[in-house]
């Protein structure tokens, strides 16, 4: 059974960093592509950084590319997402998902398997 459990969360100041972490059982991911999406209050959920799991390569939505970064520890089987320069517009609850590494990496669709979240709040 697959599970992803994310941590890190939590409240900071504008321009403070967060480190969110995903820890991710239940299969082998290497031919997964693993994701960071998002959802604030009254918005959908939305796409914020993915990873290739078996390469490694990374993609952002332009809203945070230069702030947040994305990676994999293989020894540990984690994500993280390093989160700097934060902004109020930042502030939601923070999903890790797993899918295929076929599909479309932005697209909701494409991941199978999501956490429970954690939640983000930037004040300014």
């Known amino acids: 059974q697959v599970q992803l459990v994310e941590s890190g969360g939590g409240l900071v100041q504008a321009g403070g960093s967060l480190r969110l972490s995903c820890a991710a059982s239940?299969?082998?991911?290497?031919?997964?592509?693993m994701g960071w999406f998002r959802q604030a209050p009254g918005k959908e959920r939305e796409f914020v950084a993915c990873i290739r799991w078996s390469v490694g390569s990374t993609y952002y939505r332009d809203s945070v590319k230069g702030r947040f970064t994305i990676s994999r520890d293989n020894a540990k089987n984690t994500v993280d997402l390093q989160m700097n320069s934060l902004k109020p517009e930042d502030t939601a609850i923070y999903y890790c998902a797993a899918g295929s590494s076929g599909g479309i990496p932005t697209f909701r669709r494409t991941y199978d398997y999501w956490g429970q979240g954690t939640q983000v709040t930037v004040s300014s």
């Open positions: 239940g299969r082998t991911f290497s031919r997964y592509v």
